[in-house]
């Protein structure tokens, strides 16, 4: 089983709303990834944790937040969003980082 | 130079067409290459993954790493409407260093 599930599939949210990510994986995975994607882009890297720690965070801004409560869930916490963070938000995981990834399906958000 | 190209296309070609997909890429140090799928507004489905040189083939797909030339190559023989989807080449060093995508190539195969 490779499956990565990611919720909710769809969110709409005001630039004023609190609203959380989440991510879940049961195949043993040690690192979990946030990417976010606009259309006809590939994925931007967001933040890597490693064995449950923050390795990389990509000069994210502040308004997300990520969180790792145990090694299969991985949280993005969203506050104060402006429009152009509508976006794809793809959670991944891999055995180590820098191994094979697989992604969710991924989080369709957008911002009024 | 960015360190992966990919030709983002589009490439239209009709069923039953052998389709190449390529990168070519500048660090000599990258060691797994993949090739993901990604549907209009879904994620990115691992396709196929190799480490360093050779070929791998899994059904009608084959890929295809040439390290001497900093290239690899994604082939999908028999092609089907349902193929029709962005291809991503990504790529990684090992220890804890990011994947590295290609911008994707939109492939449409018409019945």
């Known amino acids: 089983d490779t499956e990565v599930t990611q919720t909710p599939k769809h969110l709409v949210m005001g630039m004023t709303n609190k609203k959380s990510l989440k991510c879940e994986q049961h195949?043993?995975?040690?690192?979990m990834y946030w990417y976010k994607q606009k259309a006809k882009k590939p994925p931007e890297l967001m933040f890597v944790?490693?064995?449950?720690?923050?390795?990389i965070n990509e000069s994210v801004p502040s308004r997300f937040s990520p969180e790792c409560p145990n090694s299969s869930l991985l949280n993005l916490h969203l506050h104060a969003l402006q429009p152009e963070d509508s976006a794809l938000y793809l959670c991944?995981?891999?055995?180590?980082?820098?191994?094979?990834?697989?992604f969710g399906a991924g989080t369709r958000l957008s911002v009024l | 130079q960015k360190e992966v190209e990919q030709d983002p296309g589009p490439l239209s070609v009709p069923e039953g067409a052998i389709v190449s997909l390529n990168c070519t890429y500048s660090?000599?140090?990258?060691?797994?290459f993949m090739w993901y799928r990604q549907y209009s507004r879904k994620g990115p489905e691992l396709l196929m993954y190799?480490?360093?040189?050779g070929n791998k083939e899994d059904g009608r797909f084959t890929a295809q790493v040439d390290k001497s030339s900093k290239y690899i190559s994604l082939f999908i023989r028999d092609s089907q409407p349902s193929d029709s989807a962005t291809y991503l080449c990504?790529?990684?060093?090992?220890?804890?260093?990011?994947?590295?995508f290609g911008k994707g190539t939109r492939l449409s195969v018409i019945a």
């Open positions: 660090n000599s140090a990258f060691q797994y």
């Open positions: 195949m043993g995975h040690r690192a």
């Open positions: 190799t480490y360093s040189s």
């Open positions: 944790y490693s064995y449950e720690k923050l390795s």
């Open positions: 990504a790529m990684t060093l090992s220890g804890n260093t990011p994947l590295v």
């Open positions: 991944a995981s891999s055995m180590l980082t820098g191994d094979i990834q697989y």
